[in-house]
Every structure is written in C-alpha cells, then in structure tokens.
C-alpha cells in the first residue's frame, strides 16, 4: 500500500518569502501522479500543482514549484512571494496509475500541514 | 474548472436521525464519485467510492450499512448517514472525477454535519 508522509504539522512565513513544505511517498509502483492540495480555512480542496512521475521537469505554477526526487521518493512544494492568501492547510497526494497509464483509483493523502502568511 | 455543489452546506440533527447530503457535478459528468470524512486540522479519510449504477466500495472499517452511498445518475451522488450519533459529527465531502484518463478530482466545498 502507498503511503503519504508529512512531517510538518505546521509552518510559518513573513508575506513575500518563500517557504518549502516536504513530503515523502512511500511505492513500489512506477506509474503514478503526485499532487499538491491547498485547504484554506473555507476548506473547499484547491488543487495547486500536479506531477506526473514519468517527467523528469519539475512541475510549476505561477508562484508555485515542486521539487520531484524520483528516486529518494520526495516531492516538496515551494512558494515563492508567500501572499496572506496562502494561508492554508497543504496536503500531499499520490494516485498511482495502472500499466495502461489510465487512473487505478483512490488519492492518498498525507497528513497536512498547517502553513500560516503572516503580514 | 468543472464545478461540484453539496447540498447541504452544515446541517444539525438530534442523535437517532437519518441524515442525507448530496453532492452534484455541476457541468460535468462524473462516472466516480468519492465520499471523504475529514476531522479538525487532521486529513481527509476517504469512506467509500462510488460509480454511477453500481454498489459503492467501502474502505475498510467504514460500516456500509451506516453510512449509505448512493450513485444514481452521473451527476448525483448521496451520502445517508443513519441512526446518527454524536460520534458522526465530522465534515464530510465529496469529489468527483471523469473516467479514468483525467487525473484530477474536482472537490465539493464540504458539508459540517453536528449531531446532537
């Protein structure tokens, strides 16, 4: 079974720095998808950033960077300029893929972390 | 993105009461619906997946007679839980996701269920 670990319950950051939020996965599978989740305190799930395993790039969004470690099986986010805004609960995720390359199923979340923007 | 509603948003009943929430894709049509329970500042736990027409999967240690998944149409989803106790209070949401080639989930905004 996959496993999803974040070992940051919680962080914090001035506004306009840049913060660094670790995950780690545990699989044995080759084929699977890594995602970034934002929970702000509305708590409606947002997805920030999605990694495919089978690139080697590391995945950006805006503001947003991932950095993907295949082999140490590590996929850290990055936010750059932090906004007030961002302010959030972060979830890791992972969906592994079938050999077909089509979705097998379920996400697996990790346990979040709790990132507060202060002003 | 695509869109997913639930309905409703907070609801408080008394212990011993039948609870429905429903969740909809709004301009999308989802052929796997999943149901999440998510505790204070912890995870979400998913509870069962659901396909349209057929039974739903439970997750291990989650009661199916409990908690009733029903996916009747590609763009509904409900989620029953009977006999409610204190214990069920908890925010549960729902997600929904195209076929298989898509791997992104689209997320319902939540909803916080208080049983009294």
């Known amino acids: 079974a996959q496993t999803v670990t974040q070992s940051q319950p919680e962080m914090s950051v001035q506004e306009a720095e840049t913060v660094t939020l670790s995950c780690t996965y545990d699989?044995?599978?080759?084929?699977?998808?890594l995602f970034w989740y934002k929970q702000p305190p509305s708590r409606q799930m947002i997805l920030v950033i999605r990694?495919?395993?089978?690139?080697?790039q590391n995945a950006t969004e805006n503001r947003f960077s991932v950095n993907f470690q295949k082999a140490a099986k590590s996929f850290s986010l990055k936010i750059s300029d932090s906004q007030l805004g961002d302010t959030a609960m972060y979830f890791c995720?992972?969906?592994?893929?079938?050999?077909?390359?089509?979705?097998?199923?379920?996400?697996?979340f990790g346990q979040g972390t709790i990132l507060t923007v202060h002003p | 993105g695509a869109v997913v509603s639930q309905h409703p948003s907070w609801v408080i009943c008394k212990s011993g009461t039948s609870v429905k929430i429903e969740c909809r894709s709004l301009?999308?049509?989802?052929?796997?619906m999943f149901w999440y329970r998510q505790f204070p500042k912890q995870s979400l736990m998913l509870m069962a997946t659901?396909?349209?027409?057929?039974?739903?999967?439970?997750e291990q240690g989650v009661e199916k007679d409990k908690f009733l998944i029903n996916h009747a149409s590609l763009t509904l989803s409900t989620l029953t839980v009977t006999s409610a106790h204190p214990e069920d209070s908890s925010f549960y949401i729902c997600?929904?996701?195209?076929?298989?080639?898509?791997?992104?989930?689209?997320f319902g905004p939540g909803t916080r269920l208080t049983v009294l």
């Open positions: 990694q495919e395993a089978y690139k080697q």
């Open positions: 995720a992972f969906r592994q893929l079938n050999a077909g390359g089509t979705s097998y199923g379920k996400l697996t």
């Open positions: 699989t044995s599978e080759n084929n699977y998808y």
């Open positions: 997600s929904a996701r195209v076929g298989t080639l898509y791997n992104e989930q689209f």
């Open positions: 659901s396909n349209e027409g057929s039974k739903a999967t439970y």
């Open positions: 301009d999308f049509q989802a052929t796997t």
